[in-house]
Each structure stands twice: as C-alpha cells, then as structure tokens.
C-alpha cells in the first residue's frame, strides 16, 4: 500500500531499524494561515502572504474566501474557519449560511454568535440552537450597536480571535472582556501580534483587550512551520533507538503557544537545538515523571499521552477542558485507545485532570480508530517505532498535516 493512496482504509506501518536521522519540513501553520488570510482580507488582499499552509483548513480559508458571491460557506471540520469567517461575514454585508461537517454542527458556537447579534448582527440558527449551520444576514459594521463586549474566555478562544479581527473595522473600534479563565492564551497572543504587523495596535490589560478603530495595512508576511505538527516528530525521535532529526521552517521567538514542546519533551528524552533555519532532535535521557498543564497548548495533549504510555512513565495532564469540543471528544479518543495497548489514562478531575498510567503497554499490531481526528492518526503512528500498528482512516491527517505520511515514509516508516 503506499503513504500517498490517502482512500486507503487503514495503513499497517512497521519501521524496521527504528534508526532516524533525517531533514524534514512540517508543513506551515494553519493558525497563522487562517488568521493573516482573514486580516488580508479585510485589507483588500493586498498583502503578500508567504508560505500559507498546505492543510486543508488553510486551503478551505482561501477557497471560501476567493467564493464571495457563494451564499454557503461549507467550512468542512475546520473549527478556525468557521469562527473566523462567521464573525467575517456578520459584517460583511451579505446573506450566508456557514455549515460544516456532521461533527462541525456538534462543536458549539453560541458565545460568538451571541457576542456578534450584541453588535448588532442577525444571526439564525438553521437547525439546532447554539451550533451550526447558522444564517447570517446582511450587516454592514457602519451599524454596530455597541463598542464593548463581554466572553467567556473558557470556552474557545477562537471566538475571542475571531471578534478581535473585525474589531478595527468596527466604526467605534472594540473593547473584550474576558469572563472567566482564559484557555487557549497563546493563540489569543498570536492574533494581536499579527494583527499589530498588518499595522493595528492593541492593548491587554488584566481581562479586557482594548482595539480602536484602525485601518488595516496591507504587508508581507512569511508563515512559520507549524509546532503542533513537530510535535509528532519529538515523538519519532522519543521513540526511535537513534534520532538525529532536523525539522525546517521554525524560529526562536514563535507566535505559536506550541513552541513549548520543546520544553515537554526536554523531561521526556528529547533534546533541541535551534539552527539558523529550524531545529535539531536528538535523544537524551528521560528527566522524571511528567506533571504539564495543556490550558494553553491544548493540540499538544494527544502527542504526550501516547509518549508517555510508549516510555513507561506516568504523567499527570491538566487543563483538558477544551479537549471534548475538539474534531472528536479527544479525551475518551485517547483512553479507548491507550487500553488497547494495555495502559490507561484515568480521571483525577473530571474533563480536566488525568494521569497516563502505561501498565503493561506493549505494541503488537493493534488497530488504532482515529474518530475523524487528525491528532489521533498522528499521534499514535509513530508508535510503528515499536511494533506494527494499524492506523485507521489514515485520510484525516490532511486537516492540518496532508503530507504527514509521505513524511514518515522518507524516514523508514514502511506501509
Ligand atoms: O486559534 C487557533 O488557531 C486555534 C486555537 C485552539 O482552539 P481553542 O481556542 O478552541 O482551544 C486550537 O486547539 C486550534 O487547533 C487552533
Ligand atoms: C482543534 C483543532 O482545530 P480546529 O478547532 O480549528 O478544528 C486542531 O487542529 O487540533
């Protein structure tokens, strides 16, 4: 079978010498695509944008947005691209239905939608209240009603990410007040960082992030190699027997929260080095047991539950919370899973707090369902380091990561 028939219905991989020395370049961030998309749009796309990502979110974005005159923006599983572009078309001035996957109308989106109609945008819910698809009709932001806005921050950020960029373009600009924790921080960061080098300024204080009425300006900007990607790649290199691995695209000072993998894995076995244009991997001894909170970088959970299950080393993992609404209830994904390698991840806090237990964990040919989540595929694939495994619907890798196993085939993986 090869890595590229993406129709396959399972991939069996196995890595015979569990030896891998070699260059790789994840593909570019899908959440610095999606959000300079959006601001370049409301720019009058007059930006240069380089490197925007290959994942089918990004190329979703981009499609939808070259579709103006389309009245149904199908935003597939994409959670960025349908808060971005929902609170995009409230202002937009034209008649949509935003819609989505049969998992995309289970994800919730009531809080955006809500903070949106308090601008004075008309939003109908087309099936069940509080998710998509939704009906947004037409509304131009020279009508907002309001200029200050209150969300909770924990919940998901993209819907504060989402308000932040129209925010500018408001006659009145916009004041956000956070309710609550605020998960998801770093990408909140992220958004006014990209937003400040397309020119508009910002103020954080304690809750409340302040934006004027700003224009836009357009300028070039360069998208990073994606850290959730690479995250799969500290596990190659944690699980491999010799991993000299270097990883293209990154820098030091990211404006992605995910970035702190390195630090993760610096406890579970994985050294990084930065080079002037990304990073080397290398092999080091385990430090200890694990104790992480994910509040902020929720999309590196699934990576360390496996490593941790493969290294026999128990970890506690707090600040799940996000991780029910996600592609798949991620937190029962990854316990269906583990089990069937003989380790565990059992409940300290419900939803928020659990502890890998590997037990008796051994790889030998267990079926991995991947439940229309990319991470899951991902993050159990290189698993193949130790045994043979089978990855089910190998296809969902292309939300974020499409050419993930032609990757690990250039690295010995044989399917
Ligand atoms: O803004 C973004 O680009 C993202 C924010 C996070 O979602 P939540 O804010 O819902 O946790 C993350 O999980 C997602 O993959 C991408
Ligand atoms: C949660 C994710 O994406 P989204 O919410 O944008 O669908 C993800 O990529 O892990």
Not at 89 to 104: D, H, I, L, V
Not at 152 to 179: C, F, H, R, W
Request: with cysteine; glycine share 6%.
């Amino acid at each position: 079978m090869q890595a590229s028939d993406t129709t396959a219905q399972a991939f069996h991989i196995t890595h015979t010498s569990g030896v891998v020395n070699h260059t790789i370049t994840p593909p570019a961030s899908k959440s610095e695509s999606n959000r300079v998309l959006v601001i370049d749009a409301l720019t009058g796309r007059k930006s240069q944008l380089d490197n925007l990502s290959n994942a089918r979110d990004t190329q979703t974005m981009i499609r939808l947005l070259d579709s103006d005159s389309n009245p149904v923006w199908d935003v597939l599983d994409a959670g960025t691209t349908m808060r971005f572009l929902t609170a995009f078309s409230a202002f937009n001035g034209k008649p949509r239905e935003m819609t989505g996957t049969p998992r995309m109308k289970e994800r919730p989106i009531k809080l955006l939608v809500d903070a949106l109609r308090e601008l004075g945008a008309v939003i109908e819910y087309k099936e069940k209240e509080g998710y998509p698809p939704i009906l947004i009709h037409p509304f131009k932001p020279e009508l907002a009603k309001t200029d200050y806005i209150k969300i909770k921050g924990d919940v998901s950020s993209q819907y504060i990410t989402a308000l932040l960029m129209i925010a500018p373009v408001l006659p009145k600009g916009l004041t956000i007040e956070l309710l609550g924790h605020v998960g998801s921080k770093p990408y909140i960061e992220m958004t006014l960082r990209l937003m400040e080098h397309f020119g508009v300024t910002s103020e954080w204080k304690d809750n409340i992030i302040k934006i004027s009425h700003q224009t836009y300006k357009p300028a070039q900007y360069k998208v990073e190699s994606d850290w959730s990607g690479s995250s799969y790649w500290f596990s190659v290199a944690a699980l491999a027997k010799e991993a000299n691995i270097e990883l293209k695209g990154y820098v030091k000072n990211s404006l992605q929260g995910d970035h702190v993998i390195v630090d993760i894995m610096d406890q579970l076995g994985v050294k990084t080095e930065f080079t002037a244009d990304g990073l080397k991997l290398t092999k080091q001894p385990v430090k200890g047991n694990l104790v992480w909170d994910f509040t902020d970088c929720p999309d590196l959970a699934q990576t360390v539950a496996v490593i941790l299950a493969a290294k026999g080393v128990e970890g506690t993992l707090s600040g799940l919370q996000s991780l029910r609404i996600k592609e798949t209830d991620r937190i029962a994904a990854i316990q269906n899973e583990l089990r069937k390698f003989g380790a565990d991840m059992i409940e300290i806090e419900k939803d928020v707090t659990y502890k890998v237990v590997p037990g008796t964990f051994k790889v030998d040919g267990q079926s991995v369902h991947t439940y229309e989540d990319h991470r899951m595929a991902m993050a159990f694939a290189p698993l193949a380091l130790l045994g043979k495994v089978t990855i089910e619907e190998p296809s969902v890798v292309n939300k974020s990561y499409p050419l993930y196993w032609e990757d690990l085939k250039k690295v010995g993986f044989m399917f």
